[in-house]
């Protein structure tokens, strides 16, 4: 597609409840990477892959938070027995070159907004 | 450690005036990229400006320019003539790094609210 496409682009869950959102990046990009943004804050670094491999989870808050890109295009990040602290927009980013290099843009998607009630 | 610091959470402009959007860094890492992007209502992010840290010149694009102190580590955005339309969120964001498999993620600032005035 032209841009970055993620999807639900809202999600309402309950507590408890497992909930998975879904990241296409822009065709051809090696790098994708996964954001979260409290309101009026600035993104903050989840995960990233270069083609599938999962290069960088440090920034996964625990273990209810897991990410993969099994063929290196869609992703899908996975937040098991949500709470209501994970409530954010979770973004998703993608950019052309492999992460190698300093001097590359991300490109963002519209984002999912997730709601735990 | 914050790596990147906007320390002006509100910024107001008159339009046609000029802007300069503040952000310092810190790194260890003598290869680096800065980077501003805008957010406006609607939430997307758009990509503006980049610097290297290698980049001899200051980055310009259209009337966005940045003023790139190395010395001081800072990386201020310069939005010349503002215009109505600039009013949004602004945030600069670092990358570190240059071989495989270091870097990568950009860490972003707080973010400074642009509002333009008629």
């Known amino acids: 597609g032209a841009g970055v496409s993620q999807s639900p682009r809202y999600k309402v869950t309950k507590r408890g409840q497992d909930v998975a959102l879904r990241c296409d990046p822009i065709?051809?990009?090696?790098?994708l990477y996964w954001y979260r943004q409290a309101l009026g804050q600035g993104p903050e670094f989840l995960t990233y892959?270069?083609?599938?491999?999962?290069?960088?989870k440090s920034g996964l808050p625990n273990d209810r938070f897991s990410a993969e890109r099994p063929e290196g295009s869609i992703s899908t990040l996975t937040i098991q027995r949500t709470e209501q602290r994970d409530s954010a927009m979770y973004r998703c980013?993608?950019?052309?070159?492999?992460?190698?290099?300093?001097?590359?843009?991300?490109?963002f998607g519209q984002g999912t907004r997730l709601t735990v009630v | 450690a914050q790596k990147i610091t906007q320390t002006q959470p509100g910024m107001f402009v008159q339009e046609k005036e000029a802007v300069t959007l503040d952000c310092t860094y810190d790194?260890?890492?003598?290869?680096?990229?800065l980077f501003w992007y805008k957010q406006p209502s609607s939430g997307e992010m758009i990509f503006l400006i980049y610097?290297?840290?290698?980049?001899?010149q200051n980055a310009t694009e259209g009337r966005y320019s940045l003023n790139f102190q190395k010395a001081r580590k800072s990386a201020n955005l310069v939005i010349s003539a503002s215009q109505l339309g600039d009013s949004a969120m602004y945030f600069c964001?670092?990358?570190?790094?240059?071989?495989?498999?270091?870097?990568?993620?950009?860490?972003f600032g707080q973010g400074t609210e642009l509002s333009v005035k008629p």
């Open positions: 980013a993608s950019s052309l070159t492999d992460s190698g290099t300093a001097h590359t843009e991300a490109f």
């Open positions: 790194t260890s890492d003598p290869s680096y990229g």
């Open positions: 610097q290297g840290s290698y980049d001899q």
């Open positions: 964001a670092m990358r570190e790094g240059q071989a495989y498999n270091q870097g990568g993620k950009l860490i």
């Open positions: 065709s051809g990009h090696v790098s």
């Open positions: 892959f270069n083609y599938e491999a999962q290069q960088d």
